[in-house]
């Protein structure tokens, strides 16, 4: 295989402001989406459960979840992971020192911190999974550029062929993961919240996915996409007006899937969110791109390009402020509110910590 770049070196700076800035409007998203799956199952009993969203805004509301948010930004976010461990590996080669050690020292501490936000705050942790694909980088980074492209679209097709698989045979992927009682002590809170995301992750495919995208993220970063973002605005346009033509739809399509209960089955539903998500997370990177381009001395993208800065900080620090919200003062279960109300706070979080990222 050609392990040869494909284009010739760039010289970049340390920090790339778009890079950034997209990390920072990830967030939003991310927040938003954290902040629904809070509210339904981490405050509500079963019978509250069932009578969610039963309001006009509240259906709205999700409904527009499903088609704009869910899974749109933890693609970009995996993308920008991908990147920016491929930026970090990169940075120091070009030092002169061996790279590998260091990134997975790296890798080791990222790990513990997603081990201690799953036991701890959160069990919708994705940190784990970004250490465990990015311990993999050095499989794949010296391949070609063609390499890297079909090994990434074939992690992306994996889900839907084992989603195939299950539907026909019957069999779940998730099945050797026991049922535990999360009753009881502390202690075996904890061990149930660790259960329960593995069966998440599995049920859900999402290595497979992250792995995909963080493969992608290597070729971005090898092409150095992200750099002279004036001379590819005909690029980005084009992928923009594509990308939204086709991913919305398909979107639409995921989104009436999931709230009528897979009604034309599991494995139409993966490729509507295949379609779907992939693709509209493009339209949104590269509209994000463009209007930046056009408005790229207002002072809102400093900002948001700050924020961007401390993202694994501002990552951690939405899903404290989700879990004192809704497990301590009891949004959602002591305190009723609805889907749309739960939103609202969710972008008010996003705002305060977009604030302490600036000061």
């Known amino acids: 295989m050609n392990t040869a770049n494909e284009v010739p070196s760039v010289k970049e700076p340390g920090r ?8 920072g ?9 954290n902040f629904q799956e809070m509210y339904v199952h ?23 979840l499903s088609i704009f948010i869910e899974g749109k930004f933890y693609t970009l976010f995996s993308l920008l992971f991908g990147i920016g461990f491929c ?3 990169r940075n120091m080669e070009q030092r002169g020192a061996h790279p590998y050690p260091r990134f997975y020292r790296q890798m080791t501490m990222l790990l513990y911190v997603g081990f201690l936000n799953l036991l701890l705050i959160w069990h919708g942790d994705i940190l784990i999974l970004y ?37 026909i045979t019957y069999r779940y992927p998730a099945y050797w993961i026991p049922n535990i009682d999360g009753e009881g002590s502390l202690f075996q809170f904890r061990i149930y919240r660790v259960f329960m ?36 605005q005909k690029m980005l346009t084009k992928v923009f007006r594509y990308s939204l ?8 399509l995921y989104a009436w899937s999931v709230l009528e209960k897979q009604p034309v089955g ?11 998500t992939y693709l509209l997370s493009v339209a949104y990177a590269a509209g994000v791109t463009l209007v930046y381009l056009k408005t790229k001395e207002g002072r809102g993208w400093k900002w948001l390009s700050m924020m961007g800065r401390m993202v694994l900080t501002n990552y951690i620090g939405q899903s404290i402020l989700g879990i004192l919200l809704f497990y301590t003062i009891g949004l959602g279960k002591d305190i009723p509110i609805g889907l749309l109300q739960v939103e609202l706070m969710a972008f008010i979080v996003y705002l305060v910590l977009l604030v302490l990222s600036v000061g």
């Not at 790339?16 to 990390?23: E, P, R, Y």
Request: charged share 15%.
């Open 42 to 64: 981490a405050n509500l009993s079963q019978e509250m459960n069932q009578g969610i969203r039963t309001t006009i805004q509240d259906a709205i509301t999700q409904w527009m």
């Open 131 to 167: 250490t465990l694909a990015g311990g993999m980088f050095p499989l794949f980074r010296n391949l070609s550029g063609k390499w890297l492209l079909r090994w990434a679209g074939f992690f992306l097709l994996l889900p839907l062929m084992i989603d195939c698989t299950c539907e």
């Open 25 to 33: 409007i990830t967030l939003m998203g991310i927040c938003m989406d």
């Open 197 to 232: 995301w593995m069966r998440e992750i599995v049920e859900g495919n999402h290595f497979w996915r992250i792995l995909g995208l963080f493969l992608i993220g290597i070729w971005i970063e090898r092409n150095k996409f992200y750099i002279h973002l004036e001379k590819r």
């Open 266 to 276: 599991l494995t139409m539903q993966s490729a509507f969110y295949l379609m779907g």
């Open 245 to 252: 033509a086709v991913g919305l739809p398909y979107s639409l």
């Open 16 to 23: 790339v402001s778009i890079l950034d800035m997209l990390c």
């Open 87 to 89: 930026r970090l590996i």
